[in-house]
C-alpha cells in the first residue's frame, strides 16, 4: 500500500499544541465560534474572510472530525488569494485525514498556487487524489497544470484528456489540451483541441496567438487552409480587444500571407512597424514579401531597416542578397529554337 506523504504520527498531539504550532506561523484566522449553518451563510454570501473564520472555529473546536470545515476554510482562503494560508490549514486537515480526497485536492491547488509553485510536490498530492478517485475531472485538470509547470507536456496532455473524457464539454480543459499538444511538438493534435476550444470559450490572448501560430507551421496538413482562416479569426478576437497588440497584427501577416492575401498582409505587417519601429521579424518579412511583388523600392526601405538592426550575419547577408536580386533581377536567356 502507498505511503501518504503526510505523517500519521500527529495523530498523537494535542489539540493544544497543533493549534500552537499553527498560531506560530501566523497563517490562520482568527476562531470564531460558529455554526455551520452560519459558516455556509457566509460562504453564499461570498464573504470569504468571515467565512474562513467561521469554518476554522468550527474545524478548529475538533480538527479529528472536521474535514469538510477544513475544506471549507481552505477554499475560503483561496477565494481570498491566500495560499499559503490554505496549505497550513490543509497541512492540520491532513494530519487527521491523509486519504481524504477533497483535502488532498485542495492541497495541490494550493502547491500550484504559491509563488513560486511547488508543481512536484502538487503534482504528487493530485496523483493521489486521482488515485483514491479517478473520475474526479478538475483534479485532472489540475494535474495537467502541474505537469505543464515542471516541463512534461505529453503527460500534461494525457491528464487533460482524461479530464474530457469525463467533462467533453469544459472549454478550458480543450484550450489547455491545445497549449500542451503545442508545446510537445503536436501542432496538428493542438489545433484540433483550440478549435474546440475556441468555439465554446473567448480565449485570452496569449491563448489566441499561441494558437493562432501554429497554423502555418509545415507539420500541419490536414485542414491547412481551414485552420488559417480560423487562425484569422482567432487573431481578430485579439486585435478586436488590443488594436494596439504588435504580435498579432505580425501573425496576421502571416497567415494572410500564407493564404496568398498579400495585401492584407502587407498592411498587418506594416500596422505591426508602425507599432514598433523596431519589430524586426515584420520588416523582414514585409522586405521578402514587397521582393516576391517586385516593389524596388519597398524592399529597399524595408532591408534597410532591417540591416540597421539585424546582427545575425547569416541574416544579414540574404537581406543585401535581397536586396541586389531586387534591383538587378537576372536576364533570362531566349529559349533555343529547335534545331538550331
Known amino acids: 500500500m502507498r505511503r501518504t506523504v503526510f505523517s500519521r504520527t500527529f495523530r498523537a498531539l494535542p489539540l493544544a499544541l497543533l493549534l500552537a504550532a499553527c498560531a506560530s506561523s501566523g497563517a490562520h484566522p482568527k476562531i470564531v465560534e460558529s455554526t455551520p449553518e452560519e459558516a ?23 480538527m479529528e472530525h472536521r474535514a469538510e470545515a477544513c475544506a471549507m476554510t481552505a477554499r475560503s482562503m483561496l477565494e481570498m488569494k491566500d495560499a499559503q494560508s490554505a496549505s497550513h490549514v490543509l497541512d492540520l ?46 483534479a485532472w485538470i489540475e494535474l495537467g497544470r502541474a505537469r505543464m509547470q515542471l516541463g512534461l507536456e505529453l503527460a500534461a496532455a494525457r491528464a487533460y484528456e482524461r479530464a474530457l473524457v469525463l467533462e467533453p464539454d ?20 493542438a489545433l484540433e483541441a483550440y478549435a474546440v476550444g475556441f468555439g465554446r470559450d473567448a480565449g485570452a490572448v496569449p491563448e489566441l496567438i499561441e494558437a493562432a501560430q501554429q497554423c502555418a507551421l509545415p507539420a500541419v496538413k490536414l485542414k491547412r487552409a481551414e485552420y488559417l482562416v480560423l487562425g484569422l479569426g482567432w487573431l481578430t478576437r485579439v486585435t478586436d480587444r488590443e ?37 524586426l521579424a515584420s520588416l523582414r518579412n514585409l522586405a521578402v514579401l514587397y521582393a516576391s511583388m517586385g516593389n524596388v523600392e519597398g524592399t529597399r526601405q524595408m532591408v534597410e531597416r532591417s540591416l540597421a538592426l539585424e546582427h545575425d550575419p547569416d541574416r544579414r547577408k ?15 536567356k531566349p529559349a533555343e529554337k529547335p534545331g538550331n
Open 170 to 189: 469544459n472549454a478550458i480543459a480543450w484550450i489547455e489540451l491545445g497549449r500542451a499538444r503545442a508545446r510537445s511538438s503536436d501542432p496538428q493534435g
Open 93 to 138: 486537515g491532513l494530519r487527521f485525514h491523509p486519504d481524504d480526497a477533497v483535502l488532498l485536492e485542495l492541497k495541490g491547488n494550493a502547491l500550484m498556487r504559491l509563488v513560486p509553485p511547488f508543481s512536484r510536490a502538487a503534482a504528487d498530492c493530485l496523483e493521489r487524489v486521482l488515485e483514491l478517485q479517478p473520475g474526479r475531472a478538475p
Open 243 to 279: 488594436p494596439q497588440n504588435v504580435l498579432a497584427h505580425f501573425e496576421l501577416g502571416v497567415l494572410c500571407e500564407e493564404l496568398g492575401r498579400k495585401g492584407e498582409a502587407v498592411d498587418h505587417y506594416r500596422r505591426a512597424i508602425e507599432l514598433d519601429l523596431s519589430h
Open 40 to 62: 455556509r451563510a457566509a460562504t453564499e454570501a461570498r464573504n470569504w474572510s468571515l467565512a474562513a473564520e467561521r469554518w476554522y472555529g468550527i474545524f478548529a473546536a475538533d
Open 318 to 332: 540574404a537581406l543585401q542578397e535581397l536586396l541586389e536580386n531586387v534591383q538587378n533581377p537576372p536576364v533570362e
